[in-house]
């Protein structure tokens, strides 16, 4: 029963209904998070605290109040009335009160010997969402704890939990309902003004059923999967050997725990075009709705044959991944966190293994799309024919009523005019229901393109697959209700020191600026400054030093630089091969063929082109000349190309991460930014302040003051030059081919008069030659709009006309 207080609340919630119709899910969603102030909660010590002289230096972070617990040396885990929460890592209990963390709440730092924890909103909504009930987490708290729980989190607990969970939108036989073990809420939902008039019209009572459980379900790849086929097995044969085994025994056999009393639940239907009207009303009455997927009661949608070859077994952190996802036998929409390298391809491909129907990958590359086609072959039995891509290229449809479709964002969103058999894929991928969305690189893609592609094709479930789940711009919580919370996120040196992924060596090396480069670059611009960092003559010899010394003990380095003047002055002068935006597919495909490959390509240089969509597992030594100032993704995502596991069991390290960095400049203050994530992953960066013996080794280039002054006046003259030459870089996406602007491929640039009668040996430069290679093929194609087009003709003949007037 409800007290008066709820009653009230109710009330003034439907007042404020029609006020809020137009709020943000996302602002709404931020809002819950920030109900609960930390600095708020520290303040809320013991009344009979008294400070002492030290207590000022920790300002709100004194809890000597907190009395410990008699067995406390026991216990791991340490709590403040912030929702923090440290782990001592050493501790006998570490990996039960580990496993539990991860569950209910969001890992923040992980070392070595401590942990962070930070309890929110969206953790706990996670934890909800899995089957832990509030009383479990309190009880689970205080068993761990080394001191009682504050009163104020257990609050935070309850009054956050009661809510979530409660309501769930279930897709069953093609149509909506929405669920809860809760009748009484159900009626309460069903008596308001937005809700009610939502119902599928005929239908006046709750239906009521039992609740799922996990019963019956096992995931693909692990040992219960492969218990479940050698059983299902075993009956076959005693059926053909006449000996008459019940499909009820079999399943008795197989599920111990069925026997157990099931919990009813109550639903009631809603038209299908009113499924965000509710989801946003019940977001509003604080009842956030769970989406799940009851897909073995799916009987409309075709079941797709594909599992998992007999071969495939997944690991232990994967199989737990995907038990949060399927924990009450449905299918859970929401993220997974696992580093680079640790698998996160196999983790989606079993997720569609266990549901068995229709798929539709997003990618963000062409390049990917082949690569997921390609890893679906490899570790499943999918056939070739039920598994189709659509991209720019190629536009193929599954043969079967069901199947698995690879493709990109940009595909799916674009919101231009479409040729025709793009068209027709897409109202194919519109028409269709699909029981699984997977979107690889989830961080990467903004929420307006969620959005689209989200409104645009209908599934049943989604499931993100990120290695950092972290924007620069903040917006990474935008997920938690354009997808699902986070489910899983795996522990990067956990799975390191067990062998999953590569042991890496993370260095910064300090690169001294000569005294003529560093008064310069106190004088220049900042974008002037980001190349003369880049370009420091010290950074290049320790570039240099680094790549002779990895090449000649067997490793293959990749070179990453943002700032493409660099990238491809260093390459040319140690004649390595390099990969921009401009490079073409052809080239591309090339170079990483012959890096793979041949031994004697060792090291390849890559713009940012190369952060994401890049697998190269030979890859063993990684430096960074140049970077996206703080970028904390992209640093994590560049260590990424080097993490797969490595074929060779060196002691100690078996992989190398350098980062160059000019010395006193903005390079060490930005260098420091990016380290944070991988810091709190567990990742210690040794500062090199001099490498050894540089000095005196031979063949250095830029050894001599006069070559470095050389330099200096090669950089500024071609600075000079060139202003724009970010405008190089076409692409963000090392696979996708350069795109068009609005207005074309032409760019305006300054010359001399002297030039307009063709002399003066003048060259074109051509920002886009994918596109004017399209453009060619096509009878009166022009990038040109008509204004601009009058525009350019009139400002043209003024200046021929000048120029004519000069000469005579």
Known sequence: MMSDDDDE????????????????????????????????????????????AVSQLFRGRDFSYLQYKPDHQNRPLWIDPGGIIILERFNPLAEQATDFLITIAEPVSRPTYVHEYRLTVHSLYAAVSVGLHPKDIINTLERFLKTPLPERVRNYILDNTKSYGKVKLVLKNNKYFVESVDAELLQRLLKDEVIGPLRVQGTTELTTSAAPKMGG????????????????????????????????????????????????????????????????????LHYPILEEYDFRADNVNANLEIDLKPNT????????????????????????VLPCGAGKTLVGITAACTIKKGVIVLCTSSMSVVQWRNEFLKWSNIKPEDIAVFTAESKEKFDGNTGIIVTTYSMVSNGRERAHDSKKMMDFLKGREWGLMLLDEVHVVPADVFRRVISSIKSHSKLGLTATLVREDDKISNLNYLIGPKLYEANWMELSQQGHIAKVQCAEVWC????????EYL????????????????????????????????????VFS????????????????????????????????QFQHNPEVNTLFLSKIGDTSLDLPEATCLIQISSHFGSRRQEAQRLGRILRAKRRNDEGFNAFFYTLVSKDTQ??????????FLVDQGYAFKVITQLANLENTPGLSFAAPQERRELLATVLTDLEKE??????????????????????????????????????????????KTANKTLKGKKGATTFNKSSTLKESKQDSHLLKFAAMLKS
Not at 243 to 252: I, P
Not at 512 to 519: A, K, Q, S, V
């Open 9 to 52: 609340g109710f009330d003034e919630g439907i007042e404020d209904a029609q006020k809020a119709k137009e709020r943000n899910l996302g602002q709404e969603a931020d809002r819950f998070v920030k109900e609960w102030a930390l600095e708020n909660a520290r303040q809320s010590q013991a009344v009979n605290f008294r400070r002492d």
């Open 217 to 284: 379900l096992v995931i693909a790849g692990t040992k219960e999967a492969a218990g479940v086929k050698e059983a299902a097995l075993q009956q076959a044969n005693q059926a053909t050997s006449g000996e008459q085994t019940t499909e009820m025994d079999l399943y008795a056999a197989l599920n111990e725990d069925d026997e157990d009393e099931q919990e009813a639940v109550h639903s009631f239907q809603i038209n299908d075009e009113s499924v965000e009207k509710v989801q946003a009303r019940c977001l509003d």
């Open 313 to 336: 077994q997944i690991r232990p952190y994967q199989e737990k991944s995907l038990s949060k996802m399927f924990g009450n036998g449905r299918a859970k929409s929401g993220i997974i």
């Open 512 to 519: 001294p600026m000569p005294t003529e480069f560093y008064d």
């Open 523 to 558: 004088r220049s611009n900042s974008a002037k400054k980001r190349t003369l960092c880049a370009m420091n003559p010290r950074k290049f010899q320790a570039c240099q030093y680094l790549i002779n010394y990895h090449e000649a003990r067997g490793d293959k380095i990749i």
């Open 562 to 593: 943002d700032e493409l003047y660099s990238l491809k002055a260093y390459a040319q002068k140690l004649k390595k091969f390099f990969i921009f935006g401009g490079t073409s597919q052809g080239e591309r495909m090339q170079v990483l063929e």
């Open 667 to 676: 390079e060490m203050y930005y260098a420091s930014r990016r380290q944070t």
């Open 723 to 768: 202003k724009n030459l970010q405008q190089d870089e076409l692409t963000d996406s090392l696979f996708d081919r350069p795109r068009r602007g609005k207005k074309g491929g032409v760019r305006r640039t300054a010359g001399t008069l002297g030039e307009l009668s063709g002399g003066q040996d003048m060259a074109y430069i051509e920002q886009n």
